[in-house]
């Protein structure tokens, strides 16, 4: 079942994001951020009620968001849990009247089989790229963007 994030959930998505992020696999959390973005949030609750999975919608400029922080449990991939986050979060984008929704991520064959397509770092506004101070990695970039037009 996919829901929007509650704030007692906060805990368990610091946790999944903090165990990808550190494996190198995304830009992990504070809590305090966490908690100040918490409506970007949804989660994937499995059948025993345990978050398995989160995904953010965040909106970045005037028709144009951003799926952040697309994490699933490893136990659970491969089930189709985090095609269906990245369909909610379109979905939201679309009830937003948001057309175009982008992403910066390591798996991009994953997203390419959802519609998105790549695209050049460089069209996206600059207040993107804000999170990418906090990044490990910055200025060394090596996430690919894909952005689908809805």
Avoid at 66 to 77: G, H, N, T
Avoid at 113 to 128: A, N, Q, R, S, T
Wanted: charged fraction near 25%; hydrophobic fraction near 45%.
């Amino acid at each position: 079942m996919i829901r929007k994030a509650k704030i007692s959930d906060i805990p368990n998505i610091h946790s999944i994001l903090t165990h990808f992020g550190d494996k190198g696999l995304l830009l992990p959390r504070s809590l305090s951020d966490l908690y100040d973005h918490l409506r970007d949030y949804s989660v994937f609750v499995n059948e025993e009620g345990n978050i398995v999975a989160t995904c953010a919608l965040h909106i970045s400029w005037e028709n144009l968001a951003e799926i952040r922080s697309l994490a699933v449990m490893e136990q659970f991939q491969g089930r189709g849990i985090g095609s269906a986050l990245v369909e909610f979060a379109i979905s939201e984008a679309l009830t937003l009247e948001i057309y175009r929704v982008f992403t910066l991520t390591y798996q991009p064959i994953f997203f390419k089989k959802m519609g998105f397509k790549e695209v050049d770092k460089k069209i996206l506004p600059h207040k993107v790229w804000s999170d990418c101070l906090k990044c490990p990695k910055f200025p060394d970039c090596d996430e690919v963007a894909l952005m689908i037009e809805l």
